[in-house]
Structure formats: structure tokens, C-alpha cells
């Protein structure tokens, strides 16, 4: 369970949100929000020992993630320089380069590596892509017991997360919650998975 969120790293995600808006990285929007989206995640999700978060942009989810849970591991990957370079301040700043680290590049490559496939407790993706492209990049990295958190809109269209769809992935699915689905892994991916990067997005599952 989480507590209310520290201050002090509090501020300096405020103030990165507002840096990333300036240089057009973070769309439009209060970040207060988003941060108690994240407490209400840690609410839902077993702390974990290291976790990935897709997509990091601003690093909401992952950053808050990684202050409310102080002993665990990141990586926060993002596909845009521009973005990365924003999460690599941030951490320099909240002195975190011990346990948080900033990769620039796709989930499908990051799927592939040994140093990461079959590794994390958790991974979180907000706003990454369609479901397909979530459970697809996001599968490979779980260990057998971890868990695929994704961020859902108010009032998702049922059928988005079709079980049958999610077995060659490794994936079973468990009881949502507003606004979070979240998923088992229960079995390592097809070793044909993630395909290569865009065919996710291109050519999604389901």
C-alpha cells in the first residue's frame, strides 16, 4: 500500500511535467493528476523489485512509482531523445541514478535483450500504444509471476482484452479496476514476440 506522496520528489515531478510542456514532450494537463493516479496504482500493485515503465514520457507512472516504492528498480524507456534527456534530469535531480535508469529506445528491442527478457516484477504502460501493442511489448519482459499493468480510459470498450488473444503472450488476465487492467504472467511469450519494432502497432494482435 502506498503512503501519500513525499514532497519533496513531488515537486520536481511537478516541475519536469512543466519543463517537458515547454518543450512540447508532455501534452497539456495538470501533473497533480496523474501523481495521484499513480498513488491510487501503488494501491493496486504489489510493490516490486524491479519494474519497467513503457512509454515513460514525463515519467508518470514510473517515476512516482519508484518514490512511493523506495527499494524498488526502474527502467523508464521512451522512444523520443527528448523525452529521455527530460527523465535523465529528473533523476539526477531526485539522486536516484542507483536504482532508476533512463534507456532510450523501443520496448520491442528492449523485449529481445537477455539482460531484460524474462526479468521484472512489473511493467507499467500509460498511454503506450493500442492494448495488442502493450501486451505484446510488455509480456516478454515479465518474469512468470509478474505482472502487466496497463493504464485504461474511463469507460473502456468491452472486448479490448480478448483472453484467447493474450494466451501466445503468456498473459492471463485479472479482475480490473477503474481505470487499470492488470495481468498475470503465467507462462514465458512465444519466442516469435515482440515482433519487430512498429509491427506491434502496425499489425496488432487483436
Not at 535483450?113 to 512489473?122: E, T
Not at 473502456?156 to 479496476?177: F, S
Amino acid at each position: 500500500m502506498s503512503g501519500s506522496v513525499a514532497a519533496p520528489w513531488r515537486q520536481v515531478l511537478q516541475e519536469i511535467w512543466i519543463e517537458g510542456q515547454h518543450l512540447s514532450a508532455v501534452g497539456p494537463g495538470d501533473v497533480t493528476v496523474h501523481l495521484d493516479h499513480a498513488e491510487r496504482l501503488a494501491e493496486l500493485l504489489d510493490p516490486p523489485a524491479t519494474a519497467v515503465d513503457l512509454g515513460s514520457g514525463a515519467g508518470i507512472p514510473g517515476l512516482a512509482l519508484a518514490g512511493l516504492w523506495s527499494a524498488s528498480r526502474w527502467v523508464l524507456l521512451d522512444a523520443a531523445q527528448r523525452r529521455t534527456r527530460l527523465l535523465e534530469r529528473a533523476v539526477e535531480r531526485l539522486g536516484w541514478d542507483d536504482r532508476v535508469r533512463v534507456v532510450h529506445g523501443r520496448a520491442e528491442d528492449l523485449g529481445r535483450d537477455p539482460a531484460h527478457r524474462g526479468h521484472h516484477d512489473l511493467v507499467t504502460a500509460r498511454l503506450f500504444g493500442p492494448p495488442a501493442a502493450a501486451a505484446e511489448c510488455g509480456a516478454p519482459l515479465l518474469r512468470v509471476g509478474g505482472i502487466l499493468a496497463v493504464t485504461e480510459p474511463p469507460d473502456p470498450a468491452p472486448g479490448r482484452w480478448p483472453a484467447a488473444a493474450l494466451i501466445p503472450l503468456g498473459l492471463e488476465p485479472l479482475d480490473p479496476a477503474p481505470g487499470l487492467q492488470r495481468f498475470r504472467a503465467v507462462g514465458a511469450p512465444e519466442a516469435r514476440f515482440p515482433r519487430k519494432p512498429g509491427v506491434p502497432v502496425r499489425r496488432p494482435l487483436f
